[in-house]
């Protein structure tokens, strides 16, 4: 059984079809990076997977129970038990300005899962040292980096315990040193086995740690393969240009 | 004036200081919650709601306050009975009026607060299982007040000259204290004392106000 | 234009509400007076309950026509007749005649500091009994209030500083004249042939007489048309290099408003002060203040 299986997704707005027709699955330990030129409809289809956007019609599923099916949603509750299995990690990082790094991590938890404050507390220092952040417990999100922040946001993520991580674009608003402390964090994610989906511009991330690769584009995945498969011999032509132009 | 009678007008006008702190400290207490009150139900999806609290925020901010209270303590006693008991006193008048304008204000305060909250937080908020009212209290309400915390501390400062407006319907406070002291004395040096009360007042609001936005920075 | 057009719905709906009060008052007014009139008439039918009946219409009228608290509305800002000492406490001419009158009706008395401005509402919302404040007689108030004839004469004189060349009221032309707001001195003042002369051909208006003294004081205005009792009060008292014209604007007269259609209140009211004159009271009162025993006339 897979952890997430898409088929027949569709998704517009206002009219505009973002996206047409995806299909595709995620087994228990992937790593798949989602590729393709902006506007392809990569984000939208990582945000319909988590409900943050609602689709026009197909179907998701999670862990073999729907989160939508053909274009009929279930019940608030299963659609909740569905995103809850999923966690997500935002461009923009998205942390509490307002709570310190610790309560950032411990908030959500106590108030979603009731855990108690002591058991909260060591697992956020747990949690921080995975992502090399455990000597920043109790700062505040505003005197961190970039880097850091995005790395106290995955660990935030990480503490509602997901069976998958999705990543929107986590390293597009960070500047190139930035962005290899928070890829050398996803990469011991998926030295853990963390199964994950990951929309990413950064190629090497996709060609070193991805198992698999989905190349997106105008609104559907237009190829799916392993790394070398889609670095190596690419079967489409707009795949071929999208890749040429970004190694260069 | 000699020393002494300025001691005596001091003491005089600070009579009417406790009309204008229980004026201040009420109207706070009453008038913050119900305008975050009227700002979530301005959000509401029943439309008439949203138009009902729509319109109140209009009326209370287009209109003089004098006028308010003129009307809640000259005309509501007529409406009926009930109204002439329970507003027999001026000063339940004062504060309702008070209390009723100020969460018009407040209101379009913690709005704008809330605009200011970014939608990334909502979204945060959702993947990570908080249900709506929890995203509210833990995530949107701390950082929205913090953005209305300047603007909070500006209406309060104007509540507290405000509350000159009470003797419109018959209390007593610090202006008119000093209007007395005035026609009594013929000299207008009561009002630079009443200038000075004020301004003191105003100086421990504003010295609160800046402990409380230091206390707060994120 | 917004907030005009809503306050004026709001000046409006305030009207209505004072006006239905009126109207809801002097029903009340109106019925209460039918009952003594219908008990009378039982009287007449049967002599032997003559006594009992007089009892029940005694009782039926006294605690309609005096109130238990007879709440005196003043500014208290107007020495000598009603302001506040150090204390804050209310004193003055009208206050110690209403003490007097309150002990002999057998009311409590109270003095009540309204906002002169919204001296009829209060007066027509029952939240006072009366106006009792060097109030000036003045043209059409028998329309709006129950009025008693006049206790105290008073004059609207000029003040100018002691150095000023003007001496008398011709030599107001050209000069800034100022009277306080709404004041029976500024209507006297405008209904003066040389109101027409003075500079700006209006007079300058403030607040109250003390900041427009301070005015004259400070050099911003030439004269101030002012009730002679408290012109006199404020010279005398505050020891100011001001002096009193000899040329009059105009003579008028203090009186006390009650509500329009309680008559019986004035009444006794009224009645009360021509006793405590009978027995002297007044004249002690009008000696204390004036340090002249005929300053208060009753009737």
């Given at each position: 059984m897979s952890l997430i299986f898409v088929k027949n997704l569709r998704k517009g707005f206002q009219g505009v079809e973002v996206l047409t027709d995806v299909n595709f699955q995620v087994d228990k330990g992937d790593v798949i990076a989602v590729i393709g030129p902006s506007g392809a409809g990569k984000s939208t289809m990582l945000r319909c997977l988590i409900d943050l956007e609602k689709v026009d019609g197909g179907t998701i599923e999670v862990e073999g129970e729907p989160l939508v099916k053909d274009g009929i949603y279930a019940p608030p509750a299963q659609v909740r038990r569905a995103t809850g299995k999923m966690g997500m990690v935002f461009q923009n990082f998205?942390?509490?300005?307002?709570?310190?790094v610790r309560r950032n991590l411990t908030m959500p938890l106590m108030k979603v899962k009731g855990t108690g404050k002591e058991q909260a507390n060591a697992l956020a220092l747990e949690t921080l040292k995975k992502v090399g952040m455990g000597d920043r417990i109790?700062?505040?999100?505003?005197?961190?980096?970039g880097g850091q922040k995005q790395r106290v946001a995955i660990a935030r993520a990480l503490m509602l315990n997901p069976d998958i991580m999705l990543f929107d674009e986590p390293t597009s608003a960070l500047d190139p040193m930035l962005t290899l402390e928070v890829l050398g964090v996803m990469q011991k994610l998926a030295a853990d086995h963390m199964t994950m989906l990951v929309v990413t511009h950064e190629m090497s991330f996709a060609k070193e740690v991805a198992n698999r690769i989905l190349f997106m584009c105008d609104g559907t995945i237009l190829e799916e393969g392993t790394p070398e498969q889609i670095f190596?011999?690419?079967?489409h032509q707009r795949t071929a240009d999208f890749l040429g132009n970004n190694i260069k | 004036m000699t020393t002494s009678e300025i001691l005596a007008t001091t003491q005089a006008l600070l009579q009417g200081l406790g009309t204008v702190i229980t004026l201040f400290v009420v109207v706070m207490v009453a008038s913050l919650p119900l305008g975050f009150l009227l700002t979530m139900l301005a959000r509401c999806r029943i439309a008439p709601i949203r138009w009902l609290v729509n319109a109140y925020i209009y009326i209370m901010r287009g209109t003089p306050l004098m006028l308010q209270l003129f009307f809640i303590y000259y005309g509501l006693p007529f409406v009926n009975d009930f109204f002439k008991m329970a507003l027999r006193s001026a000063m339940v008048c004062a504060l309702l009026g008070f209390s009723l304008n100020y969460a018009a204000y407040f209101a379009e305060i913690f709005r704008g607060g809330l605009l200011s909250v970014d939608k990334g937080q909502y979204e945060a908020c959702q993947v990570l299982g908080l249900n709506r009212v929890q995203t509210t209290l833990y995530a949107v309400l701390p950082q929205m007040f913090r953005v209305a915390l300047p603007s909070i501390t500006n209406e309060s400062i104007t509540l507290v000259k405000d509350t000159a407006l009470v003797f419109s319907i018959s209390i007593m406070e610090v202006l008119y204290y000093a209007k007395a002291a005035v026609s009594r004395t013929g000299s207008i040096l009561p009002y630079a004392i009443a200038f000075l009360i004020y301004l003191a007042l105003n100086s421990l609001l504003q010295l609160f106000f800046n402990w409380l936005e230091k206390k707060t920075a994120y | 234009m917004n907030k005009k057009w809503l306050s004026g719905i709001l000046i409006a709906a305030l009207a209505v509400s004072a006006f239905s009060a009126c109207g809801g008052s002097a029903s009340t007014e109106s019925s209460s007076s039918s009952e003594p009139a219908s008990s009378s008439s039982q009287q007449e039918e049967s002599a032997s309950q003559e006594e009992s009946a007089a009892e029940a219409s005694s009782q039926a009228e006294e605690p309609s026509a005096l109130p238990e608290t007879f709440v005196l509305g003043l500014d208290a800002s107007f020495p000598p007749m009603g302001f506040m000492d150090q204390n804050n406490n209310i004193i003055g001419v009208d206050i110690d005649l209403a003490k007097a009158v309150c002990e002999k009706l057998g009311m409590e008395f109270e003095a009540k500091p309204i906002d002169w401005d919204a001296k009829e509402m209060e007066l027509n919302s029952d939240k006072i009994s009366c106006i009792w404040n060097g109030l000036t007689i003045q043209e059409g108030f028998d329309e709006i209030y129950e009025m008693t004839p006049a206790y105290m004469d008073n004059e609207q004189v000029i003040v100018v500083m002691e150095s000023s060349d003007i001496q008398s009221k011709e030599d107001l032309a050209d000069k800034i004249v100022a009277a306080q707001k709404d004041s029976s001195g500024l209507a006297a003042l405008q209904k003066d042939e040389i109101y027409s002369s003075i500079q700006g051909g209006a007079a300058k208006e403030y607040g109250n007489y003390v900041e427009a003294l301070t005015d004259l004081e400070i050099g911003r205005c030439d004269a101030v048309v002012m009730d002679s009792i408290v012109a006199n009060y404020y010279i005398n008292a505050n020891a100011k290099a001001m002096r009193v014209l000899d040329d009059k604007m105009a003579s008028e007269q203090y009186g006390i408003a009650f509500k329009k259609g309680n008559t019986e209140l004035r009444d006794a009211v009224w009645g009360a002060l021509q006793e405590l004159e009978a027995e002297g009271k007044v004249a002690e009162i009008s000696l204390q203040w004036f340090n002249k025993e005929d300053m208060i006339q009753i009737g």
């Open positions: 998205h942390l509490f300005p307002h709570l310190s109790d700062a505040m999100p505003s005197t961190l980096s190596g011999h690419p079967k | - | -």
